[in-house]
């Protein structure tokens, strides 16, 4: 209910979503029932074809996202999270955190994002914005939760982990990343192949880039602008359309209980369609599982 | 002598340079003075043209900066900082640092860089590596480098400070950008225009960008890749033909007592010129001396 397009893109992303998806996976749709049906009903679409959760309460951008999810109780960001149990990013986040919690074990979930390569394929960046600040344990869980994801999610195998710094040497870096380096390095739970910098995001030098969320944030919104750009310069170019963000849909909180993915405020229905297929493939690989075991 | 194509590209970059100065403005080449005179010659330019200081060291990239600048006292980054008393990036910093030293006042030098804007004109960020690690303190005072900089080297009235941050109100952020903001926002000696995030750094929100080292390097180092790929892909656009780094040739490091400008190692002839006209410009808008007067 919370997007800029809500609820007319999710709804119909949602009707896009269960094209794709097979007949034992069912879309249950949280928010206001009317408003929903109204609009499955103006694009010929059955509401048979959902399950629904009626909501009454909408959490704004502007909120405070704790806030929001307590004194709302019967918004879809909360209604969501408690069936996910048994919307702003920041309240995503929040109802990560309380409701869906974090695996025994994880210091600090992280959200993730896929970057384009320039040759094929993609790189992954965690974190891109739930940790502004880190301590480097956190960087090498970042790096367990990147290289899973890589490996299950997008099938790559024996995933390599670099940790994003500001040279090539070991030694190089701020104090964080000198203090992550040696831990990464010396984990075993990643294949790690040491720092990239802000040059080689785009390379095939790794398949996960570990940053602390506030550079990972930066870089993210950086990198969505050359998005924008290329368009208002029409440039059609693959390397430069793989930046529409509506292509992956939204950004996985990574070492909770239950695949959770935050969506764009300015979602359309591709993305909502393209979320739920991102959501479906992290159910598909239990990944949940995979990470609870990394960190036993 | 310690670029990939020094002492030629330097050579020729002198060259050019030489026909844009007036001729009151004498450059001085400081390097290996035989191998210089026969570049000169083999260019059919006469060495009259310009001073020598022969030296006889070359520091490499590889060296420790610190070790290198106090063993090799003849190398022509050591003797060119004893000059303007009176190689690698990391042995220009540590140079500035011990022979030119840091303005009384200024807590740490900082390096900063151009953006081109989407529009037109372009962006100043400060810091992209000089202080991979930052206190609050220091961030207010690259504002006022930024803003000294931007009002006088290019001409910019009452130029637009920002901090780069992960949200655009007041108390978003990493805990250095929650306690530099109030700071900046007080401190009156710059319009400051409070968060900028990533994707507003080709914008005209601001004028002067600010951040810590580890972000602007990181940031600087990813915008020049998209150059590197727009070429690659054979895109002609002016915009991403401003990513070039050799129109703008170098990296001042402000706050120091005397015009540093910091060369890419792989500077060609034009990015020399460039340097050295910046260099003038530094010199010609006094800026030295506006910024010793900011920290009085």
Redesign the interface.
Known sequence: MGGDYAPEATVLGAIEAYKVLSADQKLVLIGDKDQTISILHENNFSPDNFDFVHTTEVIGMGEHPTKAVVQKPNSSISVGFKLLKEGSSGAMLVGAMFSVKAIPGVLRPAITSVMPK?EEGLGILVDV?AN??CKPEYLVQFGVFGSLFAQYVYNIPNPRVAL?N?GEEEEK???L?QAAYPLMKESGQFNFVGNA???????DLADVFV?????G??????????Y??SR??K?K?D?FDKFNYEQYGGSPILGVNAPVVVGHGISNAEAIKNMVVLCRDMVESDLTEKIKLAFQ
Chains 1, 2 share one sequence.
């Open positions: 320039l914005g502004a600040d994003v500001i870096g701020n104090l990343c910098e802000g040059r080689d995001l785009f390379s940053c602390d969320g506030f550079t944030n930066v870089m993210l919104k950086f990198a969505e602008s050359f924008v750009i208002k310069k440039i170019d390397f």
